[in-house]
């Protein structure tokens, strides 16, 4: 299995390019975005050695279906998916903060609390919970958006006093928040899954405010299975989950958490497998749809082909 780890293209009217964590962004016209998304994997906001086979595929088609499925809640950036791994949109000035919801106690937020604070970006949890117990009720934890290094936590109360973003605008995405969140709850439990958290990012146009980036992948959400639950809970068993966090999980077992003098732990041809395993076991799950493998002799060349085809509808 081929994995596209890097992409290196010279599109029509190019007048930029990005290269982010997982995904290959190249402006196009100053006006358009072609949204690469590779098969890079990171983790503790490192890019991990190997690349993982369809992952990207797995990301952009998972993306694709809930961007559709929410812009009656709130406009999106995308304007065209030309390719499984790629999608078209307009470019917008992206807000300086992640707007991370999260329904249960799970992931980071479970390693503060286990860890003796009880206030996550400035937001106070009761005493007495357990890992991946339900909240009383949805909670926000943003980070700040790093162009370099690690995201880091921040209360509402500093975003504001800050400037990062104006209080009308913050509102909007509060609201937009909630309610991308619920509407992602409600699409999870049709398919036997809890959403657990998530994280959207958002981007404004003049005055018009777009959700943009990827929402409800494994990348950027936890699901757990909601069958046994419950009963896993009550006997204070792991849950079964399908989230990006079990290869966190991996790393921390092998000693790597992403800090300075840490080295990522060897990637087998194994692990690598079952990693992308994982995401397609997600992607059929989430959707309910069969994943079909596009196992293209030349996946770059598909690429470039399509979007340079796309590209041509939009330019005229």
């Given at each position: 299995?081929?994995?596209?780890k890097?992409t ?25 975005m ?6 890079r994997?990171?983790a503790f906001?490192v ?14 088609q ?8 929410t ?52 937001v ?9 117990d ?14 370099v290094g ?8 500093d975003?504001?006093?800050k ?10 995405l ?8 619920q509407r992602g ?10 959403l ?11 005055e ?7 929402i409800?992948?494994?990348d ?25 966090e ?28 079952s ?31 399509n ?8 330019l005229?």
């Amino acid at each position: 299995m081929t994995a596209i780890k890097e992409t290196n293209f010279s599109f029509p009217k190019q007048t930029n390019f990005y290269k982010g964590k997982v995904r290959d962004v190249y402006t196009i016209d100053n006006r358009f975005m072609a949204m690469v998304v590779t098969d890079r994997i990171s983790a503790f906001d490192v890019v991990l050695p190997e690349a993982i086979p369809f992952k990207g595929q797995v990301l952009n088609q998972i993306a694709a279906k809930f961007l559709a499925a929410t812009k009656d809640i709130v406009p999106n950036w995308v304007i065209d998916t030309p390719d499984e791994m790629v999608t078209i949109g307009r470019i917008c000035e992206p807000f300086k903060v992640e707007m991370v919801v999260r329904g249960y106690l799970a992931g980071h937020a479970w390693r503060e609390y286990s860890a003796g604070r009880r206030s996550v970006c400035g937001v106070s949890l009761p005493e007495g919970l357990k890992e991946n117990d339900k909240l009383p009720q949805p909670i926000i934890t943003p980070t700040t958006k790093a162009s370099v290094g690690h995201d880091e936590d921040i209360s509402k109360e500093d975003i504001l006093a800050k400037g990062i973003v104006s209080v009308a605008d913050y509102t909007y995405l509060e609201n937009y928040t909630y309610a991308l969140y619920q509407r992602g709850v409600e699409m999870a439990a049709e398919r036997g899954l809890i959403l657990v958290d998530t994280k959207y990012e958002f981007g404004k146009v003049g005055e018009e405010i777009y959700l943009i980036d990827e929402i409800h992948t494994p990348d950027s959400s936890r699901y757990f299975y909601a069958d046994g639950y419950e009963k896993r809970q009550d006997a204070d068993e792991p849950q079964k989950q399908l989230s990006k966090e079990f290869v966190r999980k991996w790393l921390i077992e092998n000693g790597f958490q992403g800090k300075d003098g840490q080295v990522v732990p060897l990637m087998t041809p194994e692990i690598v497998n079952s990693i992308s395993d994982r995401y397609i076991e997600l992607y059929e799950q989430i959707t309910g749809d069969t994943f079909v493998k596009n196992e293209a002799n030349d996946v770059v060349k598909r690429i470039g082909q399509n979007v340079t085809a796309a590209l041509g509808q939009l330019l005229i």
